[in-house]
């Protein structure tokens, strides 16, 4: 069974630009959700999608977007970079439920470097 | 909000020891989780912890739950190099769905 995957692996914008991450989880999952890793804040909840609704957000300004598709991949964008925003950003799937086996499968992320 | 805090932030061991990484949490928490994480690689899930008293074990880890004293443990018996990563614990509550709350992470470096 494929895991998680997540493109590109590596990205270097510059301030002011937007750039669009890409996550298609594991078959059968329905829920994706999205967090940034950085040294200082350490890992931070961006938002979540379920059967392509946005069903929770964390505290992130508007210029953080995402959506996902009727096949439950995800896209994450950022509008108008800037040089706070390089972190490493984690996709993680999961089937969505509240059951008591329920956890994320991480994909292995995306490094974006803003300079 | 859920706030969780993880100590030590940074542990270096010799084989063969044991010890005990902490993870404690603000409020309320509906499942506690430990993830390890290796330089430059995405989070594995190692334990899941559903209520007070539950106990995981697999292989030299093992993590319990004390919800009254709103405290998971990490124990580590007898380390071994191959242990060297980063362990995560995180909690939610499952009226925010998947909005984990993660601790700053547990740097464990097991010298040979």
């Known amino acids: 069974k494929a895991g998680v995957t997540q493109t590109p692996r590596y990205l270097i914008k510059t301030r002011g630009q937007q750039v669009t991450l890409s996550c298609s989880p594991i078959s059968g999952h329905r829920s994706v959700s999205w967090y940034q890793q950085t040294p200082g804040q350490g890992l931070q909840f961006l938002f979540e999608y379920f059967s392509e609704t946005q069903r929770n957000k964390g505290n992130f300004p508007g210029r953080f977007s995402g959506r996902q598709f009727s096949n439950s991949r995800s896209e994450m964008n950022v509008s108008t970079l800037e040089l706070g925003d390089s972190a490493l950003y984690l996709c993680?799937?999961?089937?969505?439920?509240?059951?008591?086996?329920?956890?994320?499968?991480f994909g292995s992320g995306t490094q974006l470097s803003v300079l | 909000e859920l706030k969780v805090e993880q100590n030590p932030l940074f542990l270096s061991m010799q084989e063969g020891k044991n010890y005990t990484i902490y993870c404690n949490y603000s409020t309320t928490s509906d499942r506690l989780y430990w993830y390890r994480q290796d330089p430059g690689k995405s989070l594995e899930s190692l334990f899941v912890?559903?209520?007070?008293?539950a106990v995981k074990q697999e292989g030299r880890l093992m993590a319990s739950l004390d919800t009254k004293a709103r405290l998971s443990t990490l124990h580590i018996t007898a380390a071994v190099h191959d242990l060297s990563a980063t362990y995560f614990c995180a909690g939610k509550n499952l009226y925010n769905f998947n909005k984990f709350y993660f601790g700053s992470g547990t740097k464990l470096n097991v010298k040979p």
């Open positions: 912890l559903l209520s007070n008293g």
């Open positions: 993680a799937s999961s089937l969505g439920g509240t059951g008591p086996n329920e956890k994320l499968f």
